[in-house]
């Protein structure tokens, strides 16, 4: 049987079939031949030495002892030409480039590569293209050190256009309002800080992320002009970021590449090249290196390292371990004088103790003080060589954080009621603010300000338009959770605890950093299955929100009677059903049902969204203010319904409040159980039906003491309300 690379799951080529080299050993297993074994590696992004083999076949050597055997950069050059002599290479920002080389490889046909190169690129996620970039991805795998190559004849004629004898590759920075076309057929928006690869003529890649499509290798290349350099990480990390575009090679150069490795892995893909490609190397290599790579001493001591690790090494142990990472170790009595910065890491508790100098290997760009040489002797002699000690002396005393405990009492109450924790994105869009339509969220956090287009903390490097702000209300993240969650669920009961970010007036004033949590209803009353009755599959209202409030207030210890639900019926936020929540004369927050159109700006369809956003801060009580749990009465109490007539306008709150004050201490339990409008009431009047509870912790209420309990509450609601009881 015969198939195509793409039948075979290889590749997506499928012109053709697979055609094996010569030397294939007939009858052996395609699996067994082409090799099936890939060990994947998950790297700490302080592990960026590891981003080739070569990198971790240093680790694997350290730490085994096991023979190193790096890629050998040998070449073979011919010809009596000089690279220098067909290319010309300027840096005009050295700090953001340090070293530049061009090779330049001539005659070359451009085809596949190996198949063993393929199927090696292959396991490492590449997909083969042609044997010139496939060279250039091998050898940034193998060595570390991202290629690009240039079309050396397209470079030849854009020289010809400015009048140049051959060209110029230029390093610099781009200029206000420059284009340029990547290979992946974008045209890109540039800007003044972004670094570029040019020529006479223009861009040809942007530095380290992506080439140009106007210099690409094509099947009919003939002179490759082969790019190795190194761009300062944090630059590159930036233009990556702005134009959305990521690559294995911005990937390595943000995290840093030695500038050494740029001719030794230049080498090694132009022999390659010939090797593969037929081409000839044309000698030399033009260098262009305005700031070397300076080689590093760190400095410290067996005494520091022991105090660090609290292992006991010898200062031969600690020299023995570096050495296998390539550093040279030598015992010094004192630290040079031209190198005082290192004295500040306190090396000199021991007078006598002698100084460890460290020379850094090349590779190693992340060593710059003596922790960093204490963490790689740990590394290699064993974290499991640590010792276990018993502390010696009892525990400092502890702050509490009164904050974070509130948190975790709320997260506890309202979990107990059957809501789920969830975490939201901090960040947002002006537009999803806008979908509030709101002041009422403003007036609940005291922010008396318009809102019609409230300022926003804008990320300067957004890895999203859709996360560019700063959220100001916790109630857009649940929104957009409901919003994304109503697709696999009808019924959702959510809560999320965290900040929201306002920006204050005045140059350098820090954001105001407000903690707040937010409650969203919606669906069913109680999960629906196949048994449940029509109450069960009633929606969430306004009053299973407000007793959600209720009870977490309650449950945080604070008295009933400071909480007050104030209408608040014009929200364009909420619509009608809405209440702005108090503790005293602190504002709480905001709790209401979303406003239809609201509701349709978020996609969340037609059924009734429930919504409560509430701050922390007056929820937070110190532990010595947490209000103790009363005895529990050993007495029967006892209950009885109270109904009264009042006007429309009168409030079930001030009823409440007339009910508690006529009770006093032996009222123990206020429940409203029924409204009612309809005969023998006028039109203007409503019954509102109490369920109230007597008890005293000393003895059992006679009937004597109920019924002057009952004419005291009584007189209490007709003289606040006017009202009247109900027979």
């Not at 790297?43 to 990198?55: H, I, V, Y």
Request: net charge negative; charged share 25%; proline share 6%.
């Amino acid at each position: 049987m015969v198939c195509s690379e793409l039948e075979l799951g290889l590749s997506e080529e499928h012109e053709g079939i697979l055609l094996l080299p010569d030397d294939a050993p007939p009858g052996v297993p395609l699996r067994d031949y082409l090799g099936d074994d890939v060990v994947e590696i998950e790297l700490t992004p302080d592990m960026a030495r590891c981003l080739s083999m070569s990198g971790v076949a240093r680790e694997v050597h350290a730490l085994t002892g096991a023979p190193l055997h790096l890629p050998a950069d040998d070449w073979q050059p011919s010809g009596d030409d000089n690279a220098t002599d067909y290319v010309a290479v300027e840096i005009e920002n050295p700090a953001l480039c340090n070293r530049y080389t061009a090779t330049l490889i001539r005659d070359v046909t451009v085809g596949p590569s190996p198949l063993w190169m393929q199927e090696r690129l292959r396991k490492a996620g590449q997909r083969p293209i042609s044997n010139i970039v496939d060279i250039t991805n091998y050898v940034m795998l193998e060595m570390g050190q991202p290629l690009h190559a240039f079309d050396y004849h397209l470079l030849v004629e854009r020289a010809q256009q400015s009048g140049a004898a051959k060209p110029t590759v230029i390093v610099r920075s781009a200029r206000p309002g420059e284009k340029m076309t990547t290979l992946d057929g974008q045209e890109r928006q540039l800007d003044g800080s972004m670094l570029l690869i040019t020529d006479s003529t223009g861009p040809i890649a942007i530095a380290g992320v992506m080439g140009g499509a106007q210099t690409e290798v094509y099947d009919g290349t003939r002179h490759i002009l082969l790019e190795s350099a190194t761009f300062e990480g944090i630059n590159n990390r930036r233009t990556s970021q702005k134009l959305k575009l990521h690559s294995e090679a911005s990937h390595r150069f943000t995290r840093g590449v030695p500038a050494t490795l740029n001719d030794s892995a230049a080498r090694r893909a132009a022999e390659l090249m010939r090797l593969y490609a037929g081409g000839r190397i044309v000698p030399g290599i033009v260098d262009a290196y305005p700031i070397p790579q300076a080689e590093t001493t760190v400095y410290t001591s067996a005494g520091d390292v022991r105090r660090l690790l609290g292992m006991e090494l010898s200062r031969s142990q600690i020299a023995d371990a570096l050495e296998k990472l390539d550093f040279r170790v030598a015992e010094l009595s004192s630290i040079p004088v031209d190198a005082p910065e290192n004295a500040i890491f306190g090396l000199y508790r021991a007078e006598n103790e002698p100084v460890l100098a460290a020379t850094v290997p090349w590779h190693r760009l992340d060593i710059a003080m003596p922790a960093d040489l204490t963490e790689e002797v740990a590394r290699i002699v064993g974290y499991d060589k640590v010792g276990v000690t018993l502390l010696d002396t009892a525990l400092p005393p502890q702050r509490r954080n009164e904050v974070l405990e509130t948190e975790e009492r709320i997260r506890d109450i309202l979990v107990a009621c059957g809501l789920q924790d969830t975490i939201g994105y901090a960040l947002t869009t002006p537009e999803n603010h806008r979908k509030l339509l709101a002041t009422a969220v403003a007036a609940a956090a005291g922010d008396r300000r318009r809102t019609d287009s409230p300022p926003y903390i804008e990320l300067t490097n957004p890895l999203s338009m859709d996360r560019r702000v700063m959220r100001r209300d916790l109630m857009v993240s649940a929104l957009e959770t409901l919003a994304y969650n109503s697709r696999y669920a009808a019924r959702q009961a959510l809560f999320e605890i965290g900040r929201v970010y306002r920006p204050e007036e005045g140059d350098g004033t820090l954001p105001q950093e407000d903690r707040r949590v937010c409650i969203a209803l919606t669906g069913s009353r109680q999960p629906v299955n196949y048994h449940s009755s029509a109450s069960d599959r009633e929606s969430f209202d306004f009053f299973d929100l407000k007793g959600m409030v209720e009870t977490l207030v309650s449950r945080m210890g604070i008295d009933k009677s400071a909480v007050r639900f104030s209408a608040h019926p014009d929200s364009p936020t909420f619509g009608p059903r809405c209440a702005l929540v108090s503790i005293g004369a602190q504002s709480l927050g905001i709790v209401g049902e979303l406003h239809p159109k609201v509701r349709a700006a978020f996609g969340l369809g037609d059924e009734r969204v429930c919504v409560a956003e509430l701050h922390v801060g007056p929820l937070v009580r110190p532990s010595w203010q947490l209000s103790a749990m009363p005895p529990i009465s050993v007495y029967q109490p006892v209950s009885e319904d109270l109904a009264f007539a009042v006007d429309e306008e009168v409030t079930v709150r001030r009823v409440r409040d007339a009910l508690v004050a006529g009770g006093g201490d032996l009222l123990v339990d206020v429940e409203l159980f029924d409204i009612y409008r309809g005969a023998p009431l006028t039109v203007n009047q409503k019954s509102l039906a109490w369920r109230v509870a007597y008890q005293s912790a000393e003895r059992s209420l006679t009937e004597k003491e109920v019924s002057t309990l009952r004419a005291r509450i009584v007189s209490a609601v007709e003289e606040a309300t006017g009202g009247a009881l109900r027979g």
